[in-house]
């Protein structure tokens, strides 16, 4: 459960919608699905045997079989990754506190669409280019994460957040009986399941590969981590099917909310420019504004993914923070104030290139959306590919076959073709994914 807890986050239920828009719809969908398949579980599973089996940290993982050979450098770009992904991922979990403060306070939904034209399109894009508001949430959700590393509450706040997690499902379900009965629905559903293969370009392949890999949490050091305080007695195979699933159902359903929604309040005109990061926060305080008690379930929904969100940087601080005390040997209160001050400085980075820095480029992408493409698109896949190597190549077959079938105990049949995937399958992919990209 705290494995699916940590896979199922902004990755789903934020970033997937804008992806799906920005990759033209049905055929990012189908895509990303063979994505999880063909390469999200073998890697999770590579990811699990070896963490299981080591029981190690993300260095002394990759260490344990090699240890005069510099492998445990992919542990490295797993945390650059984490690094990086942390520093736009605490602004979008600021956004989401903001909005939980706006549903709260009735100031989201004041003076939109009466007498004046403002819509919530207009109402995120000034959260976003703000200067100071979306700097002072981003510092709320990091002064929480500091709160809560220092007072070593985070299995308090995990457990709260696993027993709402579900309650953020039901209400997924519910907004999702909404949106299909609004008129027009079904020009959004034909556009999220109805495929047109023509839209397809090597980065739409690139993006649903990074995609897969963010929802998932792979390439990220976390499941290896997750894996350690894993019993010998859990069946992997299940288990990263069961994480796949949940992943990919949060996903199809937000899918199933936000489109019918764009189709039917014909959003986002003369917004262009958000479509690739505000989608959730324009279209569902518009469902929300269509249900009687409006505010209120505005505002449990905002706390539920603000919740998700935060209790997903702890996992990946956590990464950071237990290397700077291995590697360096700091106290825990050291690495995490300083983690977490040196985010002080890159998250409102992010947060000013979406407003007054949006006209600083580098290879035409703003900080945030630069942070945010180079980690997921790149630096997540590489380490997935050196980690099915070195599981696939260096570590010995028996120690993987053992942790496959909880030792010959469950599916014996199905770890070699599992191991063939790891072998050859995910790295021939994912390396097709990459020269493809660079023609
Ligand atoms: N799978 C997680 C998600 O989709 O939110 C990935 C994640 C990203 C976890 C960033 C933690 C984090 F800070």
């Known amino acids: 459960m705290a494995t699916v807890g940590s896979a199922v986050g902004l990755g789903a239920v934020w970033r997937f919608p804008n992806q799906v828009q920005a990759g033209g719809g049905a055929a990012f969908l189908l895509i990303y699905v063979a994505c999880l398949l063909i390469l999200g579980i073998p890697v999770m599973l590579a990811e699990f045997s070896l963490g299981r089996g080591v029981r190690s940290d993300i260095i002394g993982d990759f260490r344990r079989f090699t240890p005069r050979q510099p492998w445990w450098l992919t542990g490295g770009v797993s945390l650059l990754a984490v690094y990086l992904i942390n520093g736009f991922y605490m602004v979008v979990a600021g956004w989401t506190l903001q909005y939980f403060w706006g549903s709260v306070t009735g100031s989201l939904y004041e003076g939109i669409g009466t007498e004046s034209s403002l819509t919530f399109a207009d109402r995120m894009q000034d959260a976003m280019t703000d200067t100071w508001s979306p700097i002072f949430w981003t510092v709320v959700v990091l002064l929480l994460n500091i709160l809560i590393l220092l007072r070593g509450v985070q299995k308090g706040v995990e457990k709260m957040s696993n027993l709402l997690m579900p309650l953020l499902f039901i209400l997924l379900l519910i907004l999702c009986g909404v949106t299909l009965t609004l008129p027009g629905a079904s020009g959004g559903i034909s556009f999220f399941l109805k495929p047109d293969f023509s839209a397809v370009t090597a980065a739409t392949c690139v993006n649903a590969l990074g995609q897969s890999f963010f929802s998932l949490s792979l390439g990220m050091g976390i499941l290896l981590t997750y894996s350690a305080y894993f019993p010998d007695n859990v069946n992997l195979p299940k288990t990263s099917v069961t994480v796949a ?21 014909g959003l986002l005109s003369g917004h262009e420019s958000m479509e690739g990061t505000a989608l959730v926060f324009i279209t569902l305080p518009e469902v929300f504004a269509r249900m009687p008690g409006c505010r209120v379930w505005s505002a ?32 825990r209160n050291k690495s995490v104030i300083i983690l977490l001050l040196s985010l002080c400085v890159l998250s409102p980075l992010c947060s000013l290139s979406n407003g007054p820095l949006s006209s600083f480029r580098i290879c035409g992408m703003n900080i945030f959306d630069l942070f945010d493409n180079v980690s997921t698109n790149y630096l997540l896949p590489i380490a997935a590919f050196l980690t099915c190597i070195y599981v696939g190549w260096k570590v010995p077959r028996g120690f993987l076959h053992d942790q496959l079938t909880d030792r010959g105990a469950t599916l014996p049949r199905l770890a070699p073709v599992i191991v063939f995937f790891i072998r050859y399958v995910a790295p021939l992919l994912i390396l097709t994914v990459f020269i493809y990209s660079l023609l």
Not at 245 to 258: D, Q
Not at 306 to 317: C, K, R
């Open 245 to 265: 699933g949940c992943t990919l159902l949060v996903s199809v359903l937000m899918g199933l909310i936000v489109f019918p929604a764009v189709a039917s309040f």
């Open 300 to 331: 449990i929904f905002f706390a539920l993914l603000a919740i998700a969100a935060i209790t997903s940087t702890l996992s990946t601080s956590e990464v950071c923070i237990k290397f700077f005390q291995d590697r360096f040997g700091w106290s």
